[in-house]
C-alpha cells in the first residue's frame, strides 16, 4: 500500500540556520509522483513542487532544496538560511498512476512537520 | 484573480443538524477534492469528483455528502450521521494532463473550520 511517512513531527530552529524536513515513501509503482506543500497558520496549502519518478535531479528554488534519492525511497526538503515567515507546517505527499484503482491517483499525505523559525 | 473560494472561514452548528460547505473555483479545473484535517493529523480525503455529475468517496466518505452539478462548484454536506465533525475542511482541484485521466498537482482553497457543539 502507499504510505508518506514524516517522523519529524515539529522542528525548531532559530532564524537563518539550515534545515531538512525528511519524507520517506512507500509504493509498488515505477511510475509515481512526489509533491511537497506548505501549511501556514492561516491554514490554506501552498503547492511548492512536484517532481516524478523518472527525474531524480535535485531541485532549487531560492532559498528551497529538494534532494530524491530513489534507493532509499526519500524526498527530503531543505531550507537554507531559515526566516521566521518560513513557520509553517509542511507536507509531502504522494501520487501513483491510476492503474491501481481505488485511489484514481489521489494524493497521499504524511502527517505532516510542523517548522518553527525563531528571530 | 483565479483561485478557489470557501466560505464561510467559520462555521458554527449544534449537533443533530445538517450543514454545506462551500466550494467554488474559477480555474476551469476538472478535478474537485475534500479533505478533512484534524489537529497534528494529515490530511484524509473524503470525495473527489473528476467530471461534472460524477464523484466518488474518498477514505472518509461517511457522515458527508456532495454534488458536483457545475464544473466549478463542489459542495461539501456534513450530515448529522457523522460522529465527530468538528474538524478544519479543505477544497482543492486539479486539472487533467490532456485526456490522459491522469491530474497535475492540486492547488487549495483557504479552509473552512467547523465546531459543531
Known amino acids: ?119 | 484573480d483565479g483561485g478557489i473560494t470557501q466560505s464561510p472561514k467559520y462555521l458554527f452548528r449544534k449537533e443533530g443538524q445538517n450543514v454545506t460547505l462551500s466550494c467554488e473555483q474559477n480555474l476551469n479545473h476538472d478535478a474537485m477534492y475534500w479533505y478533512r484535517q484534524d489537529p497534528g493529523q494529515g490530511l484524509r480525503l473524503i470525495y473527489y469528483s473528476q467530471i461534472v455529475n460524477d464523484f466518488q468517496k474518498g477514505d472518509i466518505a461517511e457522515g458527508y455528502s456532495v454534488s458536483r452539478e457545475k464544473k466549478e462548484s463542489f459542495p461539501l454536506t456534513v450530515t448529522s450521521a457523522q460522529k465527530n465533525p468538528t474538524a478544519f475542511y479543505l477544497c482543492a482541484s486539479s486539472i487533467m494532463f490532456g485526456t490522459s485521466g491522469r491530474f497535475h498537482e492540486q492547488y487549495f482553497g483557504p479552509g473552512t473550520r467547523l465546531t459543531v457543539t
Open chain 1, 1 to 119: 500500500a502507499q504510505k508518506v511517512t514524516q517522523a519529524q513531527t515539529e522542528i525548531s530552529v532559530v532564524e537563518k540556520e539550515d534545515v531538512t524536513l525528511d519524507c520517506v515513501y512507500e509504493t509498488r509503482d515505477t511510475t509515481y509522483y512526489l509533491f511537497w506543500y506548505k501549511q501556514p497558520p492561516s491554514g490554506e496549502l501552498v503547492f511548492l513542487i512536484r517532481r516524478n519518478s523518472f527525474d531524480e535531479q535535485n531541485e532549487i528554488s531560492g532559498r528551497y532544496s529538494w534532494n530524491f534519492q530513489k534507493s532509499t525511497s526519500s524526498f527530503n526538503f531543505t531550507i537554507t538560511a531559515s526566516q521566521v515567515v518560513d513557520s509553517a507546517v509542511y507536507f509531502c505527499a504522494l501520487r501513483d498512476r491510476l492503474d491501481y484503482g481505488g485511489s484514481q491517483g489521489n494524493l497521499i499525505f504524511g502527517k505532516g512537520t510542523k517548522l518553527s523559525v525563531k528571530p
